[in-house]
T-cell receptor, first 110, second 113 residues
């Protein structure tokens, strides 16, 4: 079946850029998503990209998609302590069903 | 986007009992879903709540254990039946608004003793 994989942990210094990576297996994916989950909270949709796009930028967020390699990344520019959270990559597995990765815990330190 | 609320936000229950979780959306939506997030884990889709018909369950989830109702386009319930400690999780409702986005509620944190 479809699978989505992410590295589990990333630590960055405040002000640096963060890059969170994700790989997926479903070649028929139409949309790929990034969600943010802060402690004790639900999931916040950050951004998503259509599968025929290579890049999408939204303020501090840049999403890069390499469809050939089935690789997705999320870059956060000028990372702040408020960006500390778990970031989930998700693949639309058809009929709006989302397949989630395990989540990457981003820790931002001074 | 859609504003989604869930009740209760958290609960502690005894094994063998059942809990019904409510999901309310501030606008009519086409799709409603229920996910489970076990402690320290990612999210797994339980089922799609279909308005006016039986829910569509994912592999590993059955109606007897997780009955779902969806009486209209803004409301759904998920019941966790005959609970055991393994059911301790966060249960999240999500909605698809007809576009490409899916929004999540704040979740219900369930602990089963």
């Amino acid at each position: 079946g479809e699978d989505v994989e992410q590295s589990l942990f990333l630590s960055v210094r405040e002000g640096d850029s963060s890059v969170i990576n994700c790989t997926y297996t479903d070649s028929s994916s139409t949309y790929l998503y990034w969600y943010k989950q802060e402690p004790g909270a639900g999931l916040q949709l950050l951004t998503y990209i259509f599968s025929n796009m290579d890049m999408k930028q939204d303020q501090r967020l840049t999403v890069l998609l390499n469809k050939k390699d089935k690789h997705l990344s999320l870059r956060i520019a000028d990372t702040q302590t408020g960006d500390s959270a778990i970031y989930f990559c998700a693949d639309s597995g058809g009929y709006n069903k989302l397949i989630f990765g395990a989540g990457t815990r981003l820790a931002v330190h001074p | 986007s859609a504003v989604i609320s869930q009740k209760p936000s958290r609960d502690i229950c005894q094994r063998g009992t059942s809990l019904t979780i409510q999901c309310q959306v501030d606008s009519q939506v086409t799709m409603m879903f229920w996910y489970r997030q076990q402690p320290g884990q990612s999210l797994t889709l339980i089922a799609t709540a279909n308005q006016g018909s039986e829910a569509t369950y994912e592999s590993g989830f059955v109606i007897d254990k997780f009955p779902i109702s969806r009486p209209n386009l803004t409301f759904s319930t998920l019941t966790v039946s005959n609970m055991s400690p393994e059911d301790s999780s966060i249960y999240l409702c999500s909605v698809g608004t007809g576009g490409n986005e899916q929004f999540f509620g704040p979740g219900t944190r369930l602990t089963v003793l």
